[in-house]
């Protein structure tokens, strides 16, 4: 049986607006710095909007082709079904991973792009099925263009038949189809359904801060696919919830010759309405690994720690043969973004392991949800929450 994002009903659920979600960690206590915005999501930035396709069949042994199958799409429109160029910049802190389209980007200091994200083998065919939504939906107004889509990966191969090439052409339209604004599910959706993360379950996760700089009010949002992490790193709120845990339901798989604890993979895309330039986005860009080191990320060998970010200010930025005169954040006001930028990563991170449930893939290999109660119970013998 397949399941797509549509058809997933989590265990757990909380009413809001119409929209049925798992707990995320400030539900179950866990505290945070900064504040949010209305939905504590990279939506929260107008504008913004988010898809995806699960793919989940399948249990036993692995039969290549066949299965079981854990895996899916993510995709990010920065300006919607809008064709309108942002400013952006990438970074990366180790680059065992792969984000195609990211020449062009430092180049031209433009995301042309929705933003797509998968597991490690299904880049090539997401890329192209970008190129024939493109066509089907018209998406460029010109009768001669190029592009280059930015495709981004995490390996899901201990839970998922990677080996199988089950995404397919029809994922990566769904993902887009089904992009929207508001309310975004978490944990084992889209891309990252397959994703183990700090010796647990990892997946999807998403948060956002609002902030005021002079007179004016900008929110930085942040949706994370994470992969990453070794347990004995693994850290919450300052407290090191995996030391304190290291016995407590760990991975179950061989792991082959090859691995060793950190290997993974995290993408992390941030989103701003603040004025920023292609040279100030990767200013942004390069502070999100300070979140990504506080939950206990090391850029290990074998992760794959590449990060974009884009500003929807600007819409009239990107002029093919006019002059064109934007708005731009002065360096010496930026400070309150990049902790923005800090905090919303390390909470996404959080919100994606609080979210995501225990999974049993290939060969019985097996990742374990985050054990709330336990977890609270930690942070309070830390004396981090009452």
Avoid at 17 to 38: C, M, S, V
Avoid at 164 to 175: L, M, P, R, S, T
Wanted: positive net charge; hydrophobic residues 35%; aromatic residues 10%.
């Amino acid at each position: 049986m397949k399941m797509t994002q549509s058809l997933i009903v989590p265990l757990l659920l909380i009413s809001f607006l119409g929209y049925t979600q798992k707990p995320r960690a400030r539900d179950i206590g866990i505290p945070f710095e900064g504040t949010t915005g209305k939905f504590n999501a990279i939506t929260d930035v107008k504008g913004v909007e988010v898809g995806y396709s699960t793919i989940i069949s399948g249990q036993g042994k692995n039969i290549r082709g066949k299965g079981p199958v854990r895996t899916g799409v993510t995709a990010i429109l920065p300006r919607g079904r809008n064709n309108n160029p942002v400013y952006a910049n990438w970074y990366s802190l180790n680059g065992n991973g792969e984000m195609t389209g990211t020449t062009w980007i430092t180049e031209s200091g433009f995301l042309e792009t929705p933003i797509m994200i998968t597991n490690t083998n299904s880049v090539g065919v997401v890329r192209d099925a970008v190129l024939k939504w493109f066509v089907e939906t018209k998406w460029y107004k010109e009768d001669f263009w190029y592009t280059y889509p930015v495709v981004a990966e995490t390996y899901d191969g201990f839970l998922n038949d990677i080996y199988g090439f089950h995404v397919k052409e029809n994922h990566a339209y769904e993902a887009l189809n089904t992009a929207k604004s508001g309310l975004l599910q978490e944990g084992n959706v889209g891309g990252g359904t397959g994703m183990m993360c700090l010796g647990f379950k990892g997946g999807t996760g998403t948060s956002s801060r609002v902030v005021k700089i002079k007179d004016s009010t900008y929110t930085v949002g942040v949706l994370v696919q994470s992969n990453f992490g070794g347990k004995k790193n693994f850290t919450i709120a300052g407290v090191p919830v995996g030391q304190e845990l290291k016995d407590t339901l760990n991975y179950e798989f061989k792991a082959p010759p090859s691995y060793q604890p950190g290997d993974g993979s995290i993408i992390i895309v941030v989103a701003t309405d603040a004025p920023l330039l292609p040279h100030q986005l990767k200013r942004i860009a390069a502070r999100v690994p300070i979140g990504v080191g506080k939950m206990g990320g090391r850029g290990e060998n074998g992760s794959g720690d590449i990060f974009i970010a884009f500003s929807t200010a600007n819409p009239t930025a990107f002029q093919r043969d006019k002059f064109t005169k934007v708005d731009q954040l002065p360096n010496d006001l930026i400070n309150p973004l990049f902790e923005a930028t800090v905090q919303a990563t390390e909470e996404a991170i959080t919100n994606a392991m609080v979210a995501a449930e225990t999974m049993e893939g290939i060969n019985g290999n097996k990742a374990y949800a985050l054990p709330h109660k336990k977890v609270m119970e930690v942070l309070k013998k830390y004396n981090r929450v009452k």
